[in-house]
C-alpha cells in the first residue's frame, strides 16, 4: 500500500521560511517522480514543483521560482520542498504526489497523494 505524509506545515510570517517533507512508502521510490501541488480555497490543485526520480530535473511554477526548492533523498524515501520568502499568496494546503512518470501538468498525471499539510502565511 502506497502511502505519502507530508509535514512541516504550519503558520508563518511573510518573508519567512518552512520546510515540507514528503515520506513515502510501499513504492520502490527512487523509481518515481514527487510532486508538490497546492490548493487554496475555492481554487484549483496546481502543481508548485517536480522532481525526476534521480533528483537531476526539477521544475518549478512561474510564482514560486528563486523562492521554492525541491529536493529528495532516494535513501531517505523522501522529499522536500524548501520555502523561502513566503508570500500571503502562498497560503494553501500543500500535497505531495508521485507517479512514475515525470510531469509537469496537472493533478491528473499523478497516481498517488498524500493527506495534505496547511501551510498559512500572515501579513
Known amino acids: 500500500q502506497v502511502q505519502l505524509l507530508e509535514s512541516g506545515g504550519g503558520l508563518v510570517q511573510a518573508g519567512g521560511s518552512l520546510r515540507l517533507s514528503c515520506a513515502a512508502s510501499?513504492?520502490?521510490?527512487?523509481?518515481?517522480?514527487v510532486a508538490w501541488f497546492r490548493q487554496a480555497p475555492g481554487k484549483e490543485r496546481n502543481i508548485v514543483a517536480a522532481?525526476?526520480?534521480?533528483?537531476?530535473?526539477?521544475y518549478y511554477a512561474d510564482s514560486v521560482k528563486g523562492r521554492f526548492t525541491i529536493s529528495r533523498d532516494n535513501a531517505k524515501n523522501t522529499v522536500y520542498l524548501q520555502m523561502n520568502s513566503l508570500k500571503v499568496e502562498d497560503t494553501a494546503v500543500y500535497y505531495c504526489?508521485?507517479?512514475?512518470?515525470?510531469?509537469?501538468?496537472?493533478?491528473?498525471?499523478?497516481?498517488?497523494w498524500g493527506q495534505g499539510t496547511q501551510v498559512t502565511v500572515s501579513s
Open positions: 504526489a508521485a507517479d512514475r512518470v515525470f510531469s509537469r501538468g496537472s493533478y491528473s498525471s499523478y497516481a498517488y
Open positions: 522532481i525526476n526520480r534521480s533528483g537531476i530535473t526539477t
Open positions: 510501499g513504492l520502490t521510490f527512487s523509481s518515481y517522480a
